[in-house]
């Protein structure tokens, strides 16, 4: 019988170290981000349900991967990543202590990636360990995912969204035996606009997904985001954020309502959120607003 495939939350069983950082209580689906402090250790990595990429952040120290009969070596170190495949069993070896950061992006994320961009499932794209590359892409993903685990903010499920499918397609484009096509999706249709448009105002109180929203016109969240910014002319992050701002203008002109009430009722976090975010686009503070209303 085949033995099931080891989840994130379980590599520490595998891999002893101290945790620096973690993801997985955040509703983050389909990726995890953690940070470990290692000492130095032969790792025996097992089958893993998902791809496992590794940033290094200390000292350099030079890495031997080996599985079956074949070996490689290379150095790593602040600047550095490496790729870890999916349900393959490993060994990875290391001299000095180190400290790193470690992205697990699932499966599902990029079969159904793969099949929008490439027309093929993942289980028909290679990809193969990496012990050391230099990509400035993935690393850029890392600090953004770092920030938002650390500081959060409006918006986090869209921005998690985003820099998921970003993570996987360029996976797919850099790492998989596979050309990635040149595409250009055609506009949405008017009733895709007003489809998209009413879910964004009827939901504007909670915590919209880029998911629910490209499952409203029936396309992936890549295409989705694509589409989306090429014709709305911004990102479906940043639409929803300035939704929410007219809504708060709306209701703040209507009367003298508590900015707690509208923060709530607008889907800000709370009413600093609504206060920081209404004076960077409107200019002023909602109270300045509401005493020229």
């Known amino acids: ?24 209580g955040r509703d983050w689906n389909g990726i995890t981000m ?4 290692y000492d130095r250790q ?3 990595i097992p089958a893993m349900r998902d791809y496992m990429i590794v940033a290094y952040d200390g000292n ?10 074949s070996r490689q070596s290379a ?10 495949t999916r349900a393959e069993q490993s060994t990875w070896c290391w001299a000095e202590p180190i400290k790193v950061r470690h992205i697990y992006i699932g499966h599902d994320c990029l079969e159904d990636t793969a099949q929008t961009v490439f027309g093929r499932s993942p289980q028909s794209v290679e990809i193969q360990d990496q012990v050391s590359a230099e990509d400035p892409v993935l690393l850029n993903c890392f600090q953004m995912l770092e920030n938002e685990l650390r500081n959060g903010g409006m918006g986090q499920r869209l921005m998690i969204d985003a820099l998921r499918n970003q993570i996987a397609v360029h996976m797919l484009r850099r790492y998989a035996r596979i050309r ?21 105002e009827d939901q504007l109180s909670e915590n919209i997904s880029l998911d629910d929203l490209a499952a409203a016109v029936g396309l992936s969240p890549f295409h989705f985001s694509r589409q989306f910014k090429a014709d709305f002319g911004i990102a479906p992050y940043a639409f929803v954020i300035q939704k929410r701002v007219s809504k708060a203008q709306e209701m703040l002109r209507r009367g003298r309502l508590p900015l707690k009430s509208v923060a709530l009722d607008c889907g800000f976090s709370d009413q600093s959120h609504l206060c920081r975010t209404f004076r960077k686009i409107v200019g002023v503070t909602p109270a300045q607003y509401q005493n020229r209303a």
């Open 60 to 69: 350099p120290t030079t890495m031997l991967r080996t599985s079956g009969g």
């Open 34 to 37: 953690k940070g470990y402090h």
């Open 42 to 44: 032969d790792a025996a």
């Open 1 to 24: 019988m085949q033995k099931a495939l080891v989840t994130p939350d379980r590599i520490p069983e595998w891999i002893p170290g101290t945790i620096t950082m973690d993801s997985s």
């Open 180 to 200: 990635l096509a040149d595409e250009s999706g055609s506009a949405f249709s008017p009733t895709q606009r007003k489809r998209i448009i009413d879910l964004i």
């Open 75 to 84: 150095p790593v170190g602040r600047g550095r990543i490496s790729l870890l």
